[in-house]
Antibody
Framework: QLQLQESGPGLVKPSQTLSLSCTVSGVSISRSIYNWGWIRQPPGKGLEWIGT???????SYNPSLKSRATMSVDTSKNQLSLTLSSLTASDTAVYYCAGGPKAGAALLRFDSWGQGNLVTVSS | SYELTQPPSVSVSPGQTAIVTCSGDKLGNKYVSWYQQKPGQSPVLVIY???MRPSGIPERFSGSNSGNTATLTISGTQAMDEADYYCQAWDTSTLVFGGGTRLTVL
């Protein structure tokens, strides 16, 4: 069974860069049978897609993040990672990593989610 | 940019049918997924590809999608179904979530 666990700081200063990791268990990322995504949720608000790493290794990002986000995969650690630069208070949110079965963008879905990592951007 | 519109709230009595809608331009031409999120928990996929249920999701959850509206239907709603529900679809180069609907089981 696929399980995901996010890890990273709980507090980051404005203008700094956020780095989050997501440890995947239950499947080897190198098997390329899953799509992986990062989604965030500001306190009391809805879900916002950050980006997806497809089973093929290609990526897509939410244009609204204006190239501040970068996702990558470390197959040696079976981890996903997300960096988000130039942070402001509006980036305060619970950050989730999630996985879904191999599929094209139009069929993208996330069957498994991590428990989330609350990140507060404040000085 | 593409938008998915959901009613902020829906109320239903236990045992009755709850209907949550999600509207978007030509949404019927896209695949829609639905997620359930209870307070303090991560989202759970309850419907994908418009009307498919993942393993472990009760049969009372069903979905449809046509025209500009996708619908999540919960038949025989139970107290445990009280949660926020989000629709999701893909448009051009962006995955979009609806704003969410809080389902209250009165």
């Amino acid at each position: 069974q696929l399980q995901l666990q996010e890890s990273g700081p709980g507090l980051v200063k404005p203008s700094q860069t956020l780095s989050l990791s997501c440890t995947v268990s239950g499947v080897s990322i190198s098997r390329s049978i899953y799509n992986w995504g990062w989604i965030r949720q500001p306190p009391g608000k809805g879900l916002e897609w950050i980006g997806t790493i497809y089973y093929s290794g290609s990526t897509s990002y939410n244009p609204s993040l204006k190239s501040r986000a970068t996702m990558s995969v470390d197959t040696s650690k079976n981890q996903l990672s997300l960096t988000l630069s130039s942070l402001t208070a509006s980036d305060t949110a619970v950050y989730y990593c999630a996985g879904g079965p191999k599929a094209g963008a139009a069929l993208l879905r996330f069957d498994s989610w991590g428990q989330g990592n609350l990140v507060t951007v404040s000085s | 940019s593409y938008e998915l519109t959901q009613p902020p709230s829906v109320s239903v009595s236990p045992g009755q049918t709850a209907i949550v809608t999600c509207s978007g331009d030509k949404l019927g031409n896209k695949y829609v997924s639905w997620y359930q999120q209870k307070p303090g928990q991560s989202p759970v996929l309850v419907i994908y590809q418009d009307n498919m249920r993942p393993s472990g999701i009760p049969e009372r959850f069903s979905g449809s999608n046509s025209g500009n509206t996708a619908t999540l239907t919960i038949s025989g709603t139970q107290a445990m179904d009280e949660a926020d529900y989000y629709c999701q679809a893909w448009d051009t180069s962006t995955l979009v979530f609806g704003g969410g609907t809080r389902l209250t089981v009165l």
